[in-house]
């Protein structure tokens, strides 16, 4: 569904990522880890048009999309929800889980009602964003704002989702909380790619993860192949 | 009697005023979403009246005319955006500053070459006779600005709120990034925004030519106070710019009746002074938090 071939990518002058490659097969969790730097997020970027790739190729369900805009990505069917969650703060939670389904809904009337479905499926998998609709995401707690993160992503129905530390700056009950969504996410069929500080809980819910050194992938496996492998568990699982 | 001729000069003020917030409330779209204003704001008031003059000269009905000159303003807010803005916000600088002005200059002398130096008389169906209200005089000319100001944002505020395309255009003014990852293209929002912040530069010259007159220096006198009303009223808030185009208008009225016709321009110029010494986010500004 996704394939990453090589990809180069950075910030000015300076390469993040020297030839990353990675895929991410229908219907599977992988998860992403590695050290601080190591350019986790910057694949997440250069995957989803935030950043431009100088060099490689990003295949989304068959089609090259690299060098194109993020929205056009987007558009595409790759729903990121971004480091940091980024929700948009003055506006409601309703109006939030809307624009996740941009793409997809008429731009001026009756997109309330033809999302109607989609709206009760997300409240129905995070409760707390139904009592908190009307209130401006801006206002929400840490948790809460990833819970909208996800839920937006979700809007889009995306042929493939990319979500970038859902537990960063969390409390570890809430970061619980998150993970028990993603397996149910994953119970109902999502093709995720996923990074993730606290490797471990990544490991205990992925089907295939990808260890990031440096710009490059270093190590690959499924989670057993990864805990049967020295260096990763001294570094990564310790 | 003198508080009757103080009531009257801050009520004909006010609604000069109204024209201010409008063209402010222009600058006000295209900053939401790209951080960006047209510095040649007021060159395209005063060539969109001169074009909706044109039309009114041709013999089209004056019905027709507005929407005319609407839509040539939004024309015009467009071509400001691919001339100029998208060209330096594509590198990432400030240029934009610079090349709006240069379009704004562009079009002051194309004005002269077209349309003469002169100040015109621009007709209206719109009586100008006064009518008394609590003793102080109102044309229905004056009341039809402080409609159509009010119309004007009015509309937008709602498509703002109401359509799924006015939440991307405010998604864009929260978070570009996250707007593009939602499958909303930032540099078509963009785009929006200038054409909107043409069409409402264009009714600012429609409202107000009938009572100023059309010339080409219309625009440079326009602007100052527009500047004026969105530096204090912060550049976020439509509601702000109204109550303080309001105050300005009536308070420079006073000014050039109290003091003399010469200092008309001073009041704002004070404000705006004022403004960015005191609280350079505006009144109604939010408090923007640089992380660093």
Not at chain 1, 180 to 195: C, F, H, Q, Y
Request: glycine share 12%; proline share 4%.
């Amino acid at each position: 569904m996704l394939v990453v071939e090589n990809l180069h990518a950075g910030y000015g002058t300076s390469e993040v990522l020297v030839g990353t490659s990675l895929e991410v097969k229908q219907g599977t969790v992988v998860a992403l880890i590695g050290a601080n730097g190591a350019g986790k997020t910057t694949t997440m970027r250069a995957i989803s048009g935030m950043l431009k790739p100088t060099k490689g190729r990003v295949i989304l369900d068959g089609k090259p999309v690299q060098g194109l805009d993020a929205s056009r990505i987007a558009r595409l069917g790759l729903a990121h929800s971004p480091e940091g969650r980024k929700v948009f703060g003055p506006l409601s939670v309703e109006d939030n889980l809307l624009l996740g389904a941009y793409s997809r809904l008429p731009l001026f009337f009756g997109f309330r009602s033809k999302a109607v479905d989609d709206l009760e499926r997300i409240y129905d998998l995070f409760p707390i964003l139904r009592e908190r609709r009307q209130q401006a995401a801006g206002t929400l707690s840490g948790g809460e704002q990833q819970m909208l993160a996800i839920g937006r992503a979700l809007m889009a129905k995306p042929k493939v989702m990319l979500l970038d530390e859902p537990s960063m700056g969390l409390a570890p009950v809430i970061v619980q909380e998150v993970f028990k969504t993603i397996r149910r996410l994953k119970e109902s069929g999502i093709t995720l790619l996923l990074v993730e500080q606290f490797a471990k809980s990544a490991l205990e819910v992925a089907d295939y993860a990808y260890v990031m050194e440096r710009g490059c992938i270093a190590v690959e496996g499924s989670p057993a192949e990864l805990h049967k492998n020295e260096r990763v568990l001294a570094a990564y699982l310790g | 009697m003198e508080s009757i001729i103080i009531a009257q000069m801050a009520v004909s003020g006010a609604f000069m005023g109204l024209v201010y917030a409008l063209i402010a409330y222009g600058f006000q779209l295209t900053y939401a979403t790209s951080k960006s204003i047209n510095f040649g704001q007021g060159e395209l008031v005063m060539f969109s009246a001169f074009f909706s003059l044109t039309l009114i000269n041709v013999g089209l009905p004056y019905w027709l005319v507005v929407p005319g000159g609407l839509l040539f303003g939004a024309v015009l807010g467009l071509f400001v955006e691919r001339a100029g803005v998208r060209l330096a916000l594509e590198q990432k600088s400030e240029g934009w500053i610079l090349l709006t002005i240069i379009i704004g200059l562009f079009g002051f002398s194309a004005a002269e070459n077209i349309w003469g130096r002169d100040d015109r008389p621009f007709p209206t169906p719109i009586s100008s006779d006064s009518f008394q209200v609590f003793g102080v005089s109102i044309t229905p000319l004056e009341i039809s600005v402080a409609i159509g100001v009010l119309a004007v944002m009015g509309l937008i505020e709602l498509f703002k709120r109401k359509t799924l395309l006015g939440k991307a255009f405010e998604a864009v003014s929260a978070d570009r990034d996250a707007a593009e990852l939602m499958g909303v293209s930032a540099t078509r929002t963009i785009m929006l925004s200038y054409g909107l912040s043409g069409m409402v530069a264009a009714m600012a010259g429609i409202l107000v030519s009938p009572i100023t007159t059309v010339g080409p220096t219309m625009a440079s006198a326009l602007i100052l106070k527009a500047f004026a009303v969105a530096v204090v009223a912060g550049l976020d808030s439509g509601f702000g710019v109204v109550l303080i185009g309001l105050f300005l208008g009536a308070l420079e009225s006073l000014a050039s009746f109290y003091i003399g016709s010469g200092w008309r321009e001073a009041p704002g110029l004070i404000l705006l002074i004022l403004a960015l010494a005191v609280r350079p986010n505006g009144v109604f500004g939010k408090a923007s938090i640089r992380k660093v």
